[in-house]
T-cell receptor, first 116, second 114 residues
């Protein structure tokens, strides 16, 4: 149980295009999902907290207009990287917390974004 | 402010040897503590967690961790390491204030020699 999927697992795009990454909780409902960014050989940095039916809460320094987050249902959150540039290339990981429970987050397998 | 420190960036051990990965945290109240493992190019898998109760926590794959409030530590241990344990290990603390976000340490890369 408590499986989180991400799609796509990897994506290559041209500079200036937009890319959407999906995060789904497959066997549970998640009121809260989190989006992280991880640079090579570094730790996870929280980008934003996504709450179903409301606006995402972004961490300091994260551009809201560049990283659009939508949490339209209890099982799906999306991250759209708008007008992507090479410096946006990274490993993006989402996680989800089970509705009604505190503490543990379940992580997706990650999405490798490469912007040419 | 909440923070997590993993002093060891890289650890190398021989297969069969014991292992201890260090984690220290800074938090204003009782923390929720986690250890996650990440294989290259993969997401994170939970090894174990501590919320309350017994300070020695058992996890998957033979790992355990001990919460020591007086030392603000949550070190991960395994008595006998297997080659498949080679991975990146992250300690995390739950900051359960307004947003129940996790704060991660910088990670420890474990290398296992045969």
């Amino acid at each position: 149980g408590a499986v989180v999927s991400q799609h796509p697992s990897w994506v290559i795009c041209k500079s200036g295009t937009s890319v959407k990454i999906e995060c789904r909780s497959l066997d549970f409902q998640a009121t809260t999902m989190f989006w992280y960014r991880q640079f090579p050989k570094q730790s996870l940095m929280l980008m934003a907290t996504s709450n179903e039916g409301s606006k995402a809460t972004y961490e300091q320094g994260v551009e809201k207009d560049k990283f659009l987050i939508n949490h339209a249902s209890l099982t799906l959150s999306t991250l759209t990287v708008t007008s992507a540039h090479p410096e946006d290339s990274s490993f993006y990981i989402c996680s989800a917390r089970i509705l009604g429970e505190v503490g543990e987050q379940f992580f997706g397998p990650g999405t490798r974004l490469t912007v040419l | 402010a909440q923070s997590v420190t993993q002093p060891d960036i890289h650890i190398t051990v021989s297969e069969g040897a014991s292992l201890e990965l260090r984690c220290n945290y800074s938090y204003g109240a009782t923390p929720y503590l986690f250890w996650y493992v990440q294989s290259p190019g993969q997401g994170l898998q939970l090894l174990l967690k501590y919320f309350s109760g017994d300070t020695l926590v058992q996890g998957i794959k033979g790992f355990e961790a001990e919460f020591k409030r007086s030392q603000s530590s949550f070190n991960l241990r395994k008595p006998s390491v297997h080659w498949s344990d080679a991975a990146e290990y992250f300690c995390a603390v739950g900051a359960y204030l307004k947003t129940d976000k996790l704060i991660f340490g910088t990670g420890t890369r474990l290398q296992v020699f045969p």
